[in-house]
C-alpha cells in the first residue's frame, strides 16, 4: 500500500510540473501519463491544488526577481531615451517611467495596508 501512494505521490508532482510547463491540462496529462479526468479530479483536491498554486507562485516570484535584477538598466534604457532625438521614443520612455513610477507607489501602498490587516488580525486573535 505505501509503494503505491508513493508512486501517486510522484505522479502528483510529476503533475504538477506538466502544468506548469505544458499549454494545456490535456497536454499535461498526456506528459504525466494520466488521464485528463484523472488530472481534472486530482486538481479537485486541496492538497494538490495547495501544491500546485505554491509552485505556480515560485515561477512567478523567480520571474520577477528576474525582472527587478534588470531594473536598473531597464531604466538607464528609458532615461537614455528621454533625450534621443526621436519625438515617439521620448514621449515612449516618459510613459513608461510615469506609470512604472505610479504603480509602484501603488503597490507600497498596498503593502502598507495588508500588513496594518495582518497586524490587526494577530492583535484581535490574540485578545480572543
Keep these: 500500500m ?3 501512494g508513493e508512486k501517486l505521490s510522484r505522479k502528483k508532482s510529476a503533475a504538477i510540473v506538466a502544468l506548469l510547463t505544458e499549454g494545456t491540462i490535456t497536454q499535461a ?3 504525466t501519463g494520466v488521464d485528463e479526468s484523472t488530472l481534472r479530479r486530482w486538481l479537485k483536491e486541496v492538497g494538490l491544488k495547495r501544491e500546485f498554486r505554491a509552485a505556480r507562485r515560485d ?6 526577481a528576474r525582472l527587478q535584477q534588470s531594473a536598473g538598466k531597464a531604466a538607464d534604457t528609458l532615461e537614455r531615451n528621454l533625450t534621443w532625438g526621436h519625438s515617439g521614443s521620448e514621449i515612449r520612455a516618459a510613459l513608461g517611467i510615469l506609470e512604472n513610477a505610479v504603480k509602484a507607489v501603488e503597490l507600497i501602498d498596498l503593502a502598507e495596508r495588508l500588513e496594518q490587516l495582518e497586524t490587526r488580525i494577530t492583535e484581535q486573535g490574540e485578545k480572543r
Design 29 to 31: 496529462a498526456g506528459k
Design 2 to 4: 505505501t509503494g503505491h
Design 59 to 64: 515561477v512567478v516570484e523567480t520571474a520577477v
